[in-house]
């Protein structure tokens, strides 16, 4: 028998779905609020309004920014790319989530934040701790680099931490994701269910 999706899955399945609206090519994300089990506002990583993406340059703004300056001698691609990597054209998916808030003007204070992948430190500290989310739901972590003291997982996760926001990760298999997106193509389709009255159910 199918399995209806939890309210976990179904809303970071939105998440998902919005991940796919992104313009970034390095790595797609996609954010959903939620309070009392209904969808606020969601978003996913990609350029402003009006603003050239890299979806349609078909080429990753500050990787080639950086790959040109090493091209003139400033330093390594690998070393540039991590310093050049400020002048990404793409907002991430949880500032464009809370912009849609205050552009319609609701709060998101107290809200759930389904996150496809773990904040970074920026977001953690200028969106999510400031509008007073009470949880964030994670699918993927985020960058961890386990040679140095704080990474940008570690740092997200301290900030949380000490902000009391609290954080769940979402068990979600690919092998579930492939069942639920089975049956998002049957949205729609007449099923093959066959009515028997509740009486001749209990006779049997």
């Known amino acids: 028998m199918y399995m209806r999706p939890t309210w ?3 809303f970071m399945l939105k998440a998902m779905v919005s991940a796919i609206r992104s313009s970034c090519l390095v790595r797609p994300v996609g954010a959903v609020l939620v309070r009392d089990k209904r969808e606020v506002a969601s ?3 990609g350029a402003p309004p009006n603003v050239e993406t890299c979806l ?3 080429v990753c703004f500050y990787q080639d920014l950086a ?3 090493s ?3 400033h330093g390594t691609y690998e070393d540039l790319k991590d ?3 400020q002048f990404c054209v793409a907002a991430h998916a949880e500032i464009n989530t809370f912009a849609q808030c205050s552009l319609l003007g609701i709060s998101a204070a107290g809200c759930s934040l389904y996150i496809t992948n773990f904040p970074c430190p920026g977001c953690v500290r200028d969106v999510i701790i400031p509008n007073k989310i009470s949880e964030i739901v994670v699918w993927k972590d ?3 680099n386990p040679a140095i003291t704080l990474d940008e997982l570690t740092m997200s ?4 931490q000490r902000a009391g926001i609290k954080v769940r990760r979402l068990k979600f298999s690919e092998t579930r994701i492939r069942e639920l997106f089975v049956q998002l193509l049957m949205a729609g389709e007449r099923t093959d269910y066959k009515f028997i009255p509740l009486t001749e159910t209990v006779q049997k």
Do not use: F, P, Q, V
């Open 71 to 73: 091209l003139l001698g």
């Open 83 to 85: 310093k050049r990597k």
């Open 157 to 160: 996760e301290l900030w949380l």
């Open 142 to 144: 985020y960058l961890r």
């Open 43 to 45: 978003g996913y990583n």
């Open 67 to 69: 790959y040109k300056d």
């Open 56 to 58: 349609e340059t078909s």
């Open 8 to 10: 976990d899955e179904s």
